[in-house]
Nanobody
Framework: HVQLVESGGGSAQAGGSLSLSCTAS???????????MAWFRQLPGAGREAVAA???????VYTDSVQGRFVISRDSAKNTLSLRMNSLKSEDTAIYYC??????????????????????WGQGTQVTVS
């Protein structure tokens, strides 16, 4: 079972930037470096929205609302996942979660894989944009 721990987040003004990080530890029979890794966000009372995903080769996919503003990246050697959020908007306010799982061609579609496909989750970190 892979453990995921997010850091970063906090508060920013609209138009500003924030960065999130996620560190993975623990391994299953499949090396976690082969996992699809992704960022989700969730508002109170709502489901988890996929924000961005990145595969083991660095191929990325974003949801339309963050395309061109957010950048997802990963360092497989350090088992870390990052999300750089630029040109922030008030509607980006949410709890952000890191997720990982083995998903074939996870960045091959027009949008990131949905939350039911991921079994490994971080605890979440708050992002507030005002």
């Amino acid at each position: 079972h892979v453990q995921l721990v997010e850091s970063g987040g906090g508060s920013a003004q609209a138009g500003g930037s924030l960065s999130l990080s996620c560190t993975a530890s623990g391994y299953t029979s499949r090396n976690s470096r082969d996992y699809c890794m992704a960022w989700f966000r969730q508002l109170p009372g709502a489901g988890r929205e996929a924000v961005a995903a990145i595969d083991v080769n660095g191929k990325t996919v974003y949801t339309d609302s963050v395309q061109g503003r957010f950048v997802i990246s990963r360092d497989s050697a350090k088992n870390t996942l990052s999300l750089r959020m630029n040109s922030l908007k008030s509607e980006d306010t949410a709890i952000y979660y890191c997720a990982a799982d083995y998903i074939s061609d996870c960045a091959g579609a027009n949008s990131p894989p949905p939350s039911p496909l991921f079994d490994n989750w971080g605890q979440g970190t708050q992002v507030t944009v005002s």
